[in-house]
């Protein structure tokens, strides 16, 4: 931050902060975008709502468009005020986090477009621990952008904590849903398409996870990545 200072005056520095303070905006409301697909995505599952589903697969455009936007802002930012310590490490988690962001809704759009797949079997029960996967995938990508709008590492890595609860509800909900695909052509389309759901909720968790592991990076300066879980 003296750096900055004493390049440009206090002028420079209060327009640094600025432009922070609007790229964390920009960033909270792409998260909330995010957050809210995937929770509109599982809502659609569990209703069947086709129109929600199809809601949830037409607004990916602007999550894209911001992760895009708030890229080039972060390019622009470091170029222009060249910071350093926290300041470079808030920018550059901003710059990894938006990636994961994005990557959230993909997931989301994902399981609205098997929810419509799914809308031939509404006579059919989900595997009773799905909602239980979605829920805890849901928390732990909420709770991560909470860890980072705190400034708290000992939140970030109760995410990364959390992540060995989702791995193994995938496993044994993934092994049950093979074992039912032996029932017939219809089992095996709908097992597939739970399948799938399984595996981008899972997904989710991870992108939650590295989220976390970008908070513990901005605030103490610690790469965590590959042993987050520690």
Sequence with gaps: MAEITARGGTEKLDRFHQELKGLQGRL??????????????????????????????????????????????????????????????????????????????????????????????????????????????????????LAFTQRNPQLAREVCRADAEVDELDRRIIKKLLADMEGGQEAVAFGHSQITIVRNLERAADHATNIAEQVVFMVEGEIIRHRCQE
């Excluded at 998260?31 to 589903?53: G, K, Y």
């Excluded at 079997?121 to 595997?127: A, G, K, M, N, T």
């Design 28 to 145: 909270l409301a792409m998260a909330e975008l995010a957050l809210q697909a995937v929770s509109r995505s599982t809502t659609a599952l569990w209703q069947r709502d086709a129109e929600l589903a199809r809601q949830v697969i037409g607004g990916d455009k602007v999550i894209n468009e911001l992760e895009e936007e708030i890229d080039a802002a972060v390019v622009r930012v470091i170029a222009l005020y060249q910071p350093v310590a926290m300041d470079l490490r808030l920018l550059m988690a901003i710059d990894h986090i938006i990636v994961e962001l994005e990557r959230l809704g993909d997931l989301a759009v994902n399981i609205a477009e098997e929810s419509l797949e799914l809308q031939r079997f509404r006579d059919r029960e989900f595997h009773p621990d799905l909602p239980r996967l979605a829920q805890a995938a849901f928390a732990m990508s909420r709770q991560s952008m």
